[in-house]
Each structure stands twice: as structure tokens, then as C-alpha cells.
């Protein structure tokens, strides 16, 4: 079992930057990857980025060039760095990790904001 517990989020104007974290615990070791979703309301939760054991990277087409996911194996966090936010990145993100036997595991979701 995971638990993943996402922080960061808020209230940002356009152009604006927010780094987001997520804290993993418990059996973290069997993670695979890690990475961050966004919904908003009345929308499926969709793909932001995310990033493998071994560090390989993958990203939306509408972040690339904007954010940055990373990770730190030794605090068992994984991170979202946005940059240039815009209007329409406002949603709630999650975390999420891949764990052993095709498990998923969430967080409870941080809600960022983008203001005009």
C-alpha cells in the first residue's frame, strides 16, 4: 500500500509559477512511476506528466516546454514545477504512483488556480 499526499497548490495569476510536491509512504519500493493528473470539473482527469524510476520523463503536449516533473527517490517525492501558467491549467492535481501488479495509487488532490 501507498499513500501519496500532494501539496502546493493555489492561487496564481496568469504568467505566474507554482511548484507542486507529492510525499509518498509505505511501501514505496515498489513503485514504478510517478506522475500528476489534473481535472476539472466535468472533464475526465487527464495526463500531465510523468516520470519513471529510472527518471525518463513524459509530458502532455500542452505543458511541454512549461512544466517540469522531477523526482527525489531518497525523500520519496516527486515534484511539478509549472511555469508560465495560463488560464486553462487551473484544475485539481493529483499524484499518482504506479506500484507492483498494475496498482494505482492517488493523492487526495491539490487545487491550483490560475487568475486573468
Known amino acids: 500500500q501507498v499513500q501519496l499526499v500532494e501539496s502546493g497548490g493555489g492561487l496564481v495569476q496568469v504568467g505566474g509559477s507554482l511548484r507542486l510536491a507529492c510525499t509518498a509512504s509505505g511501501s514505496t519500493g515498489r513503485i514504478n512511476r510517478l506522475g500528476w493528473y489534473r481535472q476539472t470539473p466535468g472533464k475526465q482527469r487527464e495526463f500531465v506528466a510523468d516520470i519513471t524510476s529510472g527518471t525518463r520523463t513524459n509530458y502532455a503536449d500542452s505543458v511541454k516546454g512549461r512544466f517540469t516533473i522531477s523526482r527525489d527517490n531518497d525523500k520519496n517525492r516527486v515534484y511539478l514545477q509549472m511555469n508560465s501558467l495560463k488560464t486553462e491549467d487551473t484544475a485539481v492535481y493529483y499524484c499518482?504512483?504506479?506500484?507492483?501488479?498494475?496498482?494505482?495509487?492517488w493523492g487526495q488532490g491539490t487545487q491550483v488556480t490560475v487568475s486573468s
Open positions: 499518482r504512483a504506479n506500484w507492483d501488479w498494475g496498482r494505482l495509487f
